[in-house]
């Protein structure tokens, strides 16, 4: 049966669900399955022929010893923040000296901030074009025992390495070796899956070289950060968290926002907080988690279960969807998961546009076409023009996807003029996202009838689960360390 959608008029927005998601009112059926599994069966098939993925990882960085002995320091570190991060080694370096700006205006020989909970960090004196990140080492408190590493592909590793040195983070880079020839020529493979995917591979291989070289393991847990996260709303902070995460839960998330604020909103919300609480002290206690909720832009994992489980995001959704499909999954199977009602507050961050950022950029638009163009011609049943004010209910037709995007979809959002409706990687871009919003949605499946209560019915075969979540088929991934100065 065709797939029943209507077009998002928002697509492109900078909100998070339009900035993804050309699809509106998209419905699945269960009695269909079977051409869902055919999706995830074409993206795994694209990347195991020409030995893409599963391939080997080869992780950087300067000095893996160094690293093993700082997280086996003090008796063994707290979890560490991982940043999973592209394009923006300018903007953080900003953000890390406007840190250091705040610190000097406050006064009084301050050399550090209490914790990820000061806020007197986002009022730094004016003009103020942004706030430091979260992840800041700064930001961390007077010892924090906690590493931070940045981990970016190693197209961009030199140029990171180069602007964030003496900063007191790490930079790593990933890449999987990739075949000689194929159908996506030198681009290495890059996306939002694959990226997550190698930091949790980092994480884990960081972990057990900390174990193979002390006896103990330094921690079981870690974070993930986006890299334009400058903070939360005021809670307990992480070590909370941390303590309060059970054996077998596999994550702890919290809520983010809709779309990032500006830097003024976030100015003002942290003015606004009261006195005794804007240096990080006097914090209210972590209240209740309640699951089921969206794992996404900063991360508690449980690194003791994702790898026994042999957890991961999947590398099939590079362009979208990789944080909101692994939680439907979760949701599926069940896996118990924390989710805490917490704001994330990020902010809108600049570009390097470098050598390295352009090879990144350029690999996922080919990663994003080498996906797409096998799924121009999955059937819909959609709209068959935009809605207008004369014609609010335009009828419904059976078509192909890609007619629909370079006729409905484009032409009738908001957020894309005539020239970019036309341009051939917005198109394909817009055809990938549809096919990453069908397969999470079929993640996702619904509620079983009658009781219509967790865990959700996938839509899916277990096996096509399997695949994208338990990559690569069950098995694992060959990872390489080597350090590179």
Aim: with cysteine; hydrophobic share 40%.
């Amino acid at each position: 049966m065709p797939i029943q959608t209507d077009n998002n008029p928002e697509y492109r927005g900078p909100k998070g669900f339009n900035k993804y998601s050309p699809l509106k009112k998209l419905q699945l059926a269960a009695g269909d399955s079977a051409h869902y599994d055919a999706l995830v069966s074409s993206r795994e098939t694209l990347l195991k022929a020409p030995a893409i993925f599963p391939a080997e990882l080869l992780l950087v960085m300067p000095d893996w010893d160094a690293a093993v002995n700082q997280e086996n320091a003090h008796g063994g570190n707290r979890p560490p923040l991982v940043v999973v991060s592209s394009n923006r080694a300018d903007w953080i370096l900003a953000g890390f000296n406007r840190a250091t700006a705040v610190l000097h205006a406050l006064g009084g020989g301050l050399t550090h901030f209490n914790n990820i909970n000061d806020v007197r960090a986002l009022l730094g004196p004016t003009p103020d074009p942004q706030s430091p990140p979260v992840y800041c080492p700064l930001r961390l408190g007077p010892a924090p025992r906690r590493s931070v590493y940045i981990i970016v592909h190693a197209a961009e590793y030199d140029y990171y390495k180069t602007k964030l040195s003496g900063t007191g983070v790490t930079i790593v880079g990933w890449q999987f070796k990739q075949p000689t020839t194929g159908p996506v020529g030198t681009n290495p493979f890059s996306g939002f899956g694959a990226s997550r995917f190698a930091a949790i591979e980092f994480l884990k291989t960081l972990r057990n070289k900390a174990h193979a070289a002390g006896g103990a393991y330094p921690w079981g847990k870690a974070w993930l950060f986006d890299d334009n996260v400058i903070g939360f709303r005021l809670f307990a902070g992480l070590t909370a968290v941390e303590t309060a995460m059970g054996a077998t839960d596999v994550c702890a998330g919290f809520n983010g926002l809709i779309q990032p604020n500006t830097r003024d909103e976030n100015r003002k919300w942290a003015n606004g907080q009261p006195p005794n609480k804007k240096d990080g002290t006097n914090l209210p206690a972590l209240k209740a988690s309640r699951p089921p909720g969206l794992v996404q832009q900063a991360s508690l994992w449980n690194i003791d279960y994702i790898e026994a489980q042999n957890v991961n995001f999947s590398p099939i959704f590079v362009a979208s969807k990789e944080d909101v499909s692994l939680t439907q999954y979760f949701n599926t199977k069940p896996i118990t998961y924390q989710w805490y009602a917490i704001d994330i507050f990020k902010e809108p961050a600049g570009y390097d546009n470098s050598p390295g950022a352009g090879i990144v950029n350029t690999a996922r638009q080919a990663f994003t076409n080498y996906f797409s163009t096998p799924e121009d011609s999955v059937s819909l049943d959609a709209p068959s023009a935009p809605a207008t004010t004369a014609n609010p209910t335009p009828p419904r037709t059976t078509q192909t996807l890609r007619h629909f995007v370079d006729n409905v979809v484009l032409p009738g959002s908001v957020n894309v003029d005539a020239t970019q409706a036309a341009n051939a990687d917005i198109q394909r871009l817009a055809v990938c996202h549809s096919i990453e919003s069908v397969l999470t949605s079929a993640v996702k499946g619904d509620f079983p009838p009658p009781a219509k209560a967790a865990p959700y019915a996938s839509y899916l075969a277990p096996a096509s689960v399997s695949e994208m979540f338990n990559p690569p088929g069950g098995a694992t991934v060959t990872v390489t360390a080597r350090d590179v100065s």
